[in-house]
């Protein structure tokens, strides 16, 4: 009796275990964030342990000694222009071995201000600081990266070079210079038309007394600084892409509020050639990409030749953009070791974004994304490395197929998981380059509602498992494309026939 219950239990497993369970884990998917839990508006006190699928550092508050200025007691009144006050009060805690400046309660107008090593720049609640919109509040010129390629320009309208242990706190509000002579002089012609890369990036002098173009302020931007601090800030009007760390290393941005909605090249957040960064509870809401990473552009970012590594985003909000997380499309550095987990994209155009060129150099690697939700206007998952002729010339067209040098950019080894779609166009489009084609992705555990399948040219192993797509489409559009494959994917396209491609692997699929 022992003997056959035994035997009864063995067959027993052994034919549960040949049902194919198809589709994605459901009770995975169901703890994914909505957007009330994600954001600036949930922001915690204490900064919880980073876990990456690669090596972190231990991220903490800075810390700064007592001393305090409060540029009130400096100006007596809010009417001035506050830019010496609060930059006497830098220079002066700076010297003195730190402490934190105040900018109190009120309305206050300032141009540019340079953060120096261990200051806490501190904007109390209902605190108002207008950025001015005159070129002449950002001169001298300072070492600047413009678009990824060195300069010597108008820098940011919060700025610092070469410094460490420095912060830029508080619930207050910063305004940004989007308007007057700023806006009216900013360049609108490709950066490499403007910038003579034969010089030295300290030649290459644009602060707005030569030309009758400039390059608009960034607005906070370190460059080549160690332990960066940003915390509690709202940030509008931006004249250029919002908060950019440059050569940095250890940096924390962490409940910010950033709405640059409607104003051309309004990124928020991007991480230029800079390591070990954490990004959680912000809330982005831009006039382009949202959370971007960047390495360098071209010639001169291959000459730097800095990555953007080992970077972490979590808890975040992306709300209108272009993209609600995007690599490049300045690339040269390399990108490498990004994960973004439990993340929210509400009313973004494309969800998860990679834009590389020809002629860009450099690329992508050990991706990761997890746990994220999205409710987006175009596609969900895009690859674009050709880019348009406006910028690259014939370099855009797929063929003829080029010879394989230092300007051809790469992106592979991308782990893509535990996604929900809630409304999209294409759930993945992949526009490769013929000789450099997308290599190893693996997009794992879906829920997607969308309008359309799939466009892959130019990728090779791209693995597409546990999935639930909902479309009324039925297309998947391969050019170039090899060892493309669906495993326990649930095709819902509404009764409608997919129309499958002889070089597509489709293993213990459903189709209805």
């Not at 800075?62 to 305090?68: G, V």
């Not at 957040?269 to 800079?274: A, G």
């Not at 999205?374 to 067209?397: F, H, Q, R």
Request: with cysteine.
């Amino acid at each position: 009796m022992r003997l056959f219950l035994s035997l009864f239990s063995i067959l027993f497993v052994l034919s549960c275990q040949e049902k194919t369970k198809i589709g994605p884990d459901f009770s995975q998917l169901e703890t994914i964030p909505t957007k009330e839990q994600v954001g600036h508006l949930v922001l915690p006190d204490t900064i919880a342990k980073v876990s990456a699928p690669f090596n972190m550092p231990v991220f903490e508050k800075p810390k700064f000694p007592k001393r305090q200025i409060n540029i009130l007691d400096e100006l007596g009144s809010s009417s001035e222009m506050a830019t010496a006050a609060i930059q006497n009060a830098i220079d002066q805690l700076s010297t003195a071995g730190g402490g934190t400046v105040i900018i109190p309660k009120g309305d206050w107008k300032t141009g540019r201000i340079i953060l120096k090593s261990n200051v806490n720049l501190h904007v109390e609640e209902g605190a108002v600081v207008h950025f001015s919109t005159n070129v002449k509040d950002y001169q001298p010129a300072v070492f600047n990266r413009v678009e990824s390629i060195e300069v010597m320009s108008l820098g940011a309208c919060i700025y610092a070079n070469n410094q460490e242990n420095i912060a830029i706190t508080g619930k207050g509000k910063l305004i940004g210079p989007f308007g007057g002579e700023i806006k009216e002089r900013a360049y609108t012609q490709p950066i490499e038309t403007l910038v003579d890369l034969s010089k030295t990036a300290e030649e290459r002098i644009h602060n707005g007394s030569q030309e009758d173009w400039i390059f608009p302020p960034k607005f906070i931007s370190p460059i080549n600084c160690k332990n960066v601090y940003i915390e509690g800030v709202s940030l509008e009007n931006t004249a250029f892409w919002n908060i950019v760390p440059t050569y940095c290393d250890h940096v924390i941005i962490r409940g910010v509020y950033v709405n640059s909605y409607g104003i051309p090249r309004g990124d928020g957040i991007d991480v230029e050639s800079s390591k070990n960064v954490l990004i959680e509870y912000c809330t982005l809401n831009t006039g382009d990409d949202c959370f971007t990473m960047k390495s360098g552009r071209g010639e001169d970012g291959l000459k730097v030749n800095k990555s953007t590594e080992n970077v972490v985003v979590r808890y975040c909000l992306a709300q209108k953009g272009h993209g609600g997380i995007t690599c490049g499309s300045e690339t040269a550095g390399t990108i490498r070791n990004l994960y973004v987990h439990d993340c929210v994209f509400e009313g973004t155009v494309v969800g998860i974004r990679f834009k590389t060129r020809r002629p860009r150099g450099g690329g992508g690697e050990h991706l990761y994304y997890d746990r994220i939700r999205m409710n987006l206007e175009a596609t969900c998952i895009k690859w674009d490395m050709l880019g348009t002729p406006a910028y690259v010339g014939e370099l855009a067209e797929r063929l003829p197929v080029r010879e394989v040098n230092a300007l051809t950019p790469f992106y592979r080894d991308i782990s893509i998981s535990n996604i929900i779609v809630e409304n999209g166009t294409h759930f993945l489009k992949v526009y490769g380059i013929p000789e450099s084609p997308l290599t190893n992705l693996t997009i794992d555990n879906v829920n997607a509602t969308c309008y359309n399948l799939v466009i892959i040219h130019d990728a090779e192993n791209v693995n597409i498992k546990n999935a639930n797509i909902k479309t009324p489409d039925s297309i998947i559009e391969l050019l170039g494309a090899k060892n493309i494959s669906f495993n326990k994917v649930v095709f819902d396209l509404n009764k409608a026939a997919l129309q499958k491609p002889d070089d597509v692997l489709f293993e213990d699929c459903s189709f209805k």
